[in-house]
């Protein structure tokens, strides 16, 4: 299946210039997508761009991760209605550095013809004077071109900084680079970037004489028609440190039945047939259906152990059959992450090398009750377990062989309240 045909049957495909699938079926050809390093790490809503490059690479084309070095301290004026805050240069090159670290997770860059390449624009206007820039740039497309681009017409009422107006030109220039340097035919992004993509098509035909491309895919949303991506705690990173695994896991388990059919074909590597198939198989399972995807994307973004990890905090979690011995196979890695998902209090070693009775654990070096008399309470209630291990006396020690790993506790406080101690030196 050649690019564009995969992208209309994954519902990806929103706009293309005329002649592009000419183009794409005469050979490979080099594409480009840019990405403005204003956040701490990717998102899922860049993975929809990452897709869209991987499934270029798996077509057998040469895909260009463009970097905005240089973009991302202007800012781009598609699809907000309010300036940007603009970051200091040492955050976005600390956000960039971390970014291109991700991509190489996630694209091929190193194997076949079709390896993918990083670019920072930052290279392409370093040396280049405000001067060099009005002259060289700024002649190529006139204010009323520019004028009449979506981007720039819906924010003219609301206020539109010159900063940002010039963003069109930045993006234009960079596609000519890029077609100068790697001869790369054509830009990809969503489509709010139409735009802009467009601006540099207009820019190789008028400077170069030449012919570029563009294609666009929908902005995807939930069927609530809520931002894709965003949860109650804001943003689904990438970074497992700002979303963890179990979180991602749990995101995609929780989405709606509705958005399931979008999400497979926008985000599974598996192919047309397979994934039909599965909707068939599981037409009257969603949930099932939901456990396939969280498992691909969690196994392709976190990678294996932390997917291991995800099924034993799962099963912790929700499975009342857990038992000591469930907790005594956990490794570190899921007990670490465990102690981010439940309340989780630190002691010093020192309180448990002798032993702590459980009345005085719960209550004075943890926050797991309120007060010794709450504690009491719990114990008296048979409420209180350490380790899945039912505590029936308020005198009961807990040693430092009582630990997992050398260093956790799981306190359980009724069915549902439960709480991760860990020990530190």
Not at 42 to 56: K, R
Not at 245 to 255: D, E, L, R, S, V
Not at 330 to 336: G, R
Not at 354 to 381: M, N, P, W, Y
Request: with cysteine; aromatic share 10%.
């Amino acid at each position: 299946m050649g690019f564009i045909e995969e992208l209309r049957w994954r519902g990806m495909l929103h706009n293309m210039t005329e002649g592009v699938e000419e183009a794409l079926s005469s050979g490979s050809v080099c594409g480009y997508i840019g990405f403005d390093p204003t956040a701490p790490s990717l998102t899922i809503g860049n993975y929809v761009q990452i897709m869209i490059l991987q499934f270029f690479q798996e077509a057998g084309h040469k895909p260009i991760v463009l970097m905005g070095g240089a973009t991302g301290r202007v800012g781009d004026p598609s699809g907000k209605d309010q300036e940007r805050v603009l970051q200091s240069y040492e955050k976005l090159d600390e956000n960039l550095n971390h970014q291109i670290q991700q991509f190489k997770r996630l694209l091929n860059f190193d194997q076949g013809p079709e390896a993918a390449r990083m670019v920072n624009n930052l290279d392409f206007y370093k040396e280049m004077s405000v001067l060099d820039f009005l002259r060289d740039v700024g002649k190529s497309i006139n204010v009323s071109y520019m004028l009449a681009k979506d981007s720039v017409k819906t924010r003219l009422e609301k206020g539109l900084s010159f900063t940002e107006f010039s963003y069109q030109l930045l993006q234009a220039y960079d596609f000519q680079c890029l077609y100068q340097t790697y001869d790369c035919i054509l830009q990809m992004g969503g489509s709010d970037q139409w735009g802009n993509i467009t601006s540099g098509t207009e820019f190789i035909r008028r400077n170069l004489g030449k012919k570029a491309h563009a294609i666009t895919t929908p902005l995807l949303t939930k069927s609530d028609g809520s931002k894709f991506g965003k949860s109650a705690e804001g943003n689904i990173w990438l970074d497992p440190k700002l979303t963890s695994p179990y979180k991602f896991y749990q995101f995609w388990i929780n989405a709606d039945d509705a958005d399931l059919p979008k999400y497979f074909r926008y985000f599974s590597l598996k192919d047309q047939s397979t994934i039909e198939s599965l909707e068939e198989e599981y037409a009257d399972q969603p949930q099932s259906l939901k456990k396939i995807l969280a498992e691909e994307l969690t196994r392709r973004i976190h990678g294996d152990e932390s997917f291991e990890s995800v099924m034993h905090v799962s099963e912790l979690m929700f499975n009342k059959k857990a038992n000591q011995e469930f907790l005594g196979s956990l490794k570190v890695s899921t007990w670490e992450a465990l102690a981010e998902e439940l309340p989780t209090t630190q002691i010093n070693r020192s309180i448990v090398s002798q032993g702590v009775e459980i009345v005085d654990l719960l209550a004075e070096h943890s926050s797991i009750t309120q007060s010794k008399g709450d504690a009491r309470r719990a114990v008296k209630g048979n409420a209180i377990s350490v380790n899945k291990t039912k505590i029936g006396a308020f005198d009961h020690k807990v040693h430092a062989t009582d630990l997992m790993q050398d260093r956790y506790l799981l306190i359980e406080n009724g069915k549902k309240n439960k709480y991760i101690v860990e020990v530190t030196s």
